[in-house]
């Protein structure tokens, strides 16, 4: 059975506080993205990879960064957190796709929301 | 930029209907369209892909239609259970690698 896992169900950080998500996926997948989901706002991308120790920003890359340092793990920074960082982190990965199109569907983990004091 | 239009209110449908959800672009037509499926708490699931050149798209009871004149997608579960209460996710191909989603419509199957 196909698997992405996340560190953390549920984490509680204060303002300023360097924050560590991780994810692990077992497919042997290309691509891997961290998506921020809000009420209203479905999920926006913040990064994704397509390869180890590649990246490229997404919609709302400020305030966070990654490392993909293995195929299999992707990591979300958040380099000092802020009270409008509070939401649920979302994990997915995908096959590379045809011609660079991400056709795929993408596998998510179950999600870390996090809260920032 | 591509704009994804879900409707934001929830669903509330009886047993055995067909729940007919609705998702509207702004933009560009795009290469594929998604549907997923996401329960509170979890992450989203992978139901359903359609690419620009289909125009429906069967699987047990889910059927999706794609009309690139009306910028639209209609997602059907016919039949429905209780079972399929759950928000529904559209996905639009955002170019390159990128997926832009949607905001979900909630869906309450009533037994």
């Known amino acids: 059975d196909v698997k992405v896992t996340q560190s953390s169900r549920y984490l509680v950080k204060r303002t300023g506080e360097k924050v560590f998500l991780e994810c692990v996926q077992d497919m042997d997948h290309e691509n891997m993205f961290w998506y921020r989901q809000d009420p209203g706002l479905g999920l926006r991308l913040i990064y994704f990879s397509y390869d180890v120790k590649m990246k490229e920003k997404g919609d709302i890359p400020e305030g966070y960064s990654v490392s993909r340092e293995k195929k299999e793990r992707f990591s979300l920074i958040l380099e000092s957190a802020s009270t409008n960082q509070t939401s649920m982190y979302l994990c997915?990965?995908?096959?590379?796709?045809?011609?660079?199109?991400?056709?795929?569907?993408?596998?998510f983990g179950p999600g870390t929301r996090l809260t920032v004091l | 930029s591509q704009k994804i239009e879900q409707n934001s209110e929830a669903l509330n449908i009886q047993e055995g209907k067909t729940a007919t959800l609705t998702c509207n672009y702004t933009?560009?037509?795009?290469?594929?369209l998604q549907w997923y499926r996401q329960d509170p708490g979890r992450g989203p699931v992978f139901l359903l892909l359609i690419r620009e050149n289909e125009k429906e798209k069967r699987k047990e009871r889910l059927k999706v239609t794609f009309d690139t004149t009306l910028k639209q997608s209609l997602f059907h579960i016919t039949a429905s259970q209780p079972a399929d209460s759950a928000t529904y996710l559209c996905a639009l191909d955002g170019g390159g690698f990128k997926t832009i989603f949607g905001a979900g419509t909630r869906l309450f199957v009533k037994a």
């Open positions: 933009n560009y037509s795009p290469a594929y």
């Open positions: 997915a990965s995908s096959l590379l796709g045809l011609a660079g199109r991400a056709y795929n569907e993408q596998f």
